[in-house]
């Protein structure tokens, strides 16, 4: 008997989608996840166990969520029931709920796979606690967001959260060969196209996939310059409104904290290529300036806000040039939070003390009645004193003295801190010593003005 045709309705295989065709039909074939799948590890011992706890699957786009659901459902003899978050309502759900309910009954259990899980509001994502619960469904949730802010605390305290990394250059050269073994061919790429490959598809495995199939009809050999043309570089994994921009400028932030100008460097252009806005770029690095640099070199709020004003006036790219020497001389900097913590510790103080007044002889006294009431009394002109410090006392009457402003021995406040030092021996060993001769003073007398010729009058 002579075989039958394939019906014309009939998909051949060499018609689906290369990532389709590759898709591991066990969890051994996954690539990249071993520290879950593994034999000893959490999963792997729940699938030896044939006993799966709800679980979210937190990764990068293209690294095996839904592969793993999948296999998961399989091995353990679970229904698989696939939903996306993005398409599905509170009507799919109480479907799928009451479908698994009839499951139970007859001993079957239900695996539902939930993708994009974080695209569920509050109240869908209440609406799985009664059934995760009581063991009607496994939840097997997948998402790209940091489930921390995207799914509420009562879903997540039902759930094991299992991270799954980005496809490294080893995973990602272990698909093509698989691609390569399914195609019956080697890609006609050169050695650096090969590796050009790999560094496009940015640890997405279902990328590197598509990408093959637009160039194994290519003729060899293909360099990386042909390869560029040929296909198009995967954007970047980078969201503006998401977990992707905090976790970018944080390291921008600690690299320039660390003093480390490369990794610095390196973060900027991540930023930058990921299309986040420049300007947030030029605020975030004008607070380091004032943050963690501060008085240790006093140029460096110059360096940041010039930086903004060039970026302001050039726009992209020329622009960015600035906000990245900014970014140099921040990390270059020698770094202090002197003036970050001297300045909460006052503010802790202001507020604890409330409306202390200045002590009087720090008062100017343009009036009569304000000289009588002792404003500006005994005041002591700094600069006219033999060593320019008079040692007096400027807080309020009542309030002891307090060490606010701890400067570090980094870049300029070394000096600083020599010439506090300087000045605490003097006000030590005699307040008065260091006062000079008031009367010398010219302006002292003058009825009618500030005894400070530095203030202005208070009605100016």
């Given at each position: 008997?002579?075989?039958?045709?394939?019906?014309?309705?009939?998909?051949?295989?060499?018609?689906r989608p290369l990532a389709d065709r590759l898709r591991p039909r066990t969890l051994a074939d996954v690539v990249g996840q071993d520290h879950l799948?593994?034999?000893?590890?959490?999963?792997?011992?729940?699938?030896?166990?044939?006993?799966?706890?709800?679980?979210?699957?937190?990764?990068?786009?293209?690294?095996?969520?839904?592969?793993?659901?999948?296999?998961?459902?399989?091995?353990?003899?679970?229904?698989?029931?696939?939903?996306?978050?993005?398409?599905?309502?509170?009507?799919?759900?109480?479907?799928?709920?009451?479908?698994?309910?009839?499951?139970?009954?007859?001993?079957?259990?239900?695996?539902?796979?939930?993708?994009?899980?974080?695209?569920?509001?509050?109240?869908?994502?209440?609406?799985?606690?009664?059934?995760?619960?009581?063991?009607?469904?496994?939840?097997?949730?997948?998402?790209?967001?940091?489930?921390?802010?995207?799914?509420?605390?009562?879903?997540?305290?039902?759930?094991?959260?299992?991270?799954?990394?980005?496809?490294?250059?080893?995973?990602?050269?272990?698909?093509?060969?698989?691609?390569?073994?399914?195609?019956?061919?080697?890609?006609?790429?050169?050695?650096?196209?090969?590796?050009?490959?790999?560094?496009?598809?940015?640890?997405?495995?279902?990328?590197?996939?598509?990408?093959?199939?637009?160039?194994?009809?290519?003729?060899?050999?293909?360099?990386?310059?042909?390869?560029?043309?040929?296909?198009?570089?995967?954007?970047?994994?980078?969201?503006?409104?998401?977990?992707?921009?905090?976790?970018?400028?944080?390291?921008?932030?600690?690299?320039?904290?660390?003093?480390?100008?490369?990794?610095?460097?390196?973060?900027?252009?991540?930023?930058?290529?990921?299309?986040?806005?420049?300007?947030?770029?030029?605020?975030?690095?004008?607070?380091?300036?004032?943050?963690?640099?501060?008085?240790?070199?006093?140029?460096?709020?110059?360096?940041?806000?010039?930086?903004?004003?060039?970026?302001?006036?050039?726009?992209?790219?020329?622009?960015?040039?600035?906000?990245?020497?900014?970014?140099?001389?921040?990390?270059?900097?020698?770094?202090?939070?002197?003036?970050?913590?001297?300045?909460?510790?006052?503010?802790?103080?202001?507020?604890?003390?409330?409306?202390?007044?200045?002590?009087?002889?720090?008062?100017?006294?343009?009036?009569?009645?304000?000289?009588?009431?002792?404003?500006?009394?005994?005041?002591?002109?700094?600069?006219?004193?033999?060593?320019?410090?008079?040692?007096?006392?400027?807080?309020?009457?009542?309030?002891?003295?307090?060490?606010?402003?701890?400067?570090?021995?980094?870049?300029?406040?070394?000096?600083?801190?020599?010439?506090?030092?300087?000045?605490?021996?003097?006000?030590?060993?005699?307040?008065?010593?260091?006062?000079?001769?008031?009367?010398?003073?010219?302006?002292?007398?003058?009825?009618?003005?500030?005894?400070?010729?530095?203030?202005?009058?208070?009605?100016?």
């Open positions: 008997m002579s075989e039958q045709p394939p019906s014309l309705f009939e998909m051949d295989d060499s018609s799948l593994a034999a000893d590890t959490p999963i792997g011992r729940m699938v030896d166990a044939q006993r799966l706890v709800s679980m979210i699957l937190w990764g990068p786009p293209g690294c095996g969520k839904t592969t793993i659901a999948r296999l998961l459902a399989k091995r353990t003899n679970l229904v698989f029931e696939p939903l996306s978050a993005t398409f599905s309502g509170v009507a799919d759900l109480r479907k799928v709920f009451q479908a698994a309910q009839r499951r139970r009954e007859i001993g079957q259990g239900t695996l539902l796979f939930v993708d994009e899980i974080h695209r569920f509001n509050r109240a869908q994502q209440d609406s799985f606690l009664p059934y995760v619960e009581d063991g009607t469904i496994v939840l097997v949730g997948a998402t790209t967001e940091n489930p921390s802010f995207e799914l509420n605390g009562a879903l997540l305290s039902r759930c094991q959260v299992f991270v799954l990394k980005r496809l490294d250059d080893a995973a990602l050269s272990t698909i093509i060969n698989r691609a390569e073994d399914t195609l019956g061919a080697l890609l006609p790429l050169d050695g650096n196209a090969r590796q050009a490959l790999i560094a496009m598809a940015d640890g997405d495995g279902r990328y590197l996939l598509n990408m093959i199939e637009q160039i194994q009809s290519l003729p060899a050999p293909v360099d990386p310059a042909t390869l560029a043309a040929a296909v198009q570089k995967r954007a970047p994994q980078y969201d503006k409104a998401q977990e992707g921009h905090y976790n970018l400028i944080s390291a921008l932030h600690k690299s320039m904290r660390g003093s480390d100008p490369d990794a610095a460097l390196y973060w900027l252009a991540r930023m930058l290529d990921g299309g986040e806005d420049p300007l947030f770029i030029a605020r975030r690095i004008t607070r380091f300036a004032t943050e963690d640099i501060g008085m240790a070199d006093p140029n460096a709020v110059q360096q940041a806000l010039a930086a903004w004003d060039v970026y302001e006036r050039l726009g992209s790219p020329e622009g960015e040039l600035a906000i990245a020497q900014a970014v140099l001389y921040l990390a270059t900097a020698p770094k202090s939070i002197g003036v970050y913590r001297g300045f909460n510790k006052a503010r802790t103080a202001a507020q604890r003390t409330g409306s202390l007044m200045p002590p009087a002889h720090i008062l100017n006294a343009p009036t009569r009645l304000m000289k009588d009431l002792g404003y500006g009394r005994d005041y002591q002109y700094d600069p006219d004193t033999d060593t320019g410090f008079s040692g007096a006392d400027y807080f309020p009457d009542g309030m002891p003295r307090q060490t606010f402003y701890e400067p570090t021995t980094n870049g300029y406040e070394r000096a600083i801190t020599e010439r506090l030092h300087h000045w605490a021996k003097l006000r030590t060993e005699s307040p008065k010593a260091a006062a000079g001769d008031d009367s010398q003073n010219p302006l002292s007398s003058q009825e009618g003005l500030a005894s400070d010729p530095h203030e202005p009058h208070p009605h100016q």
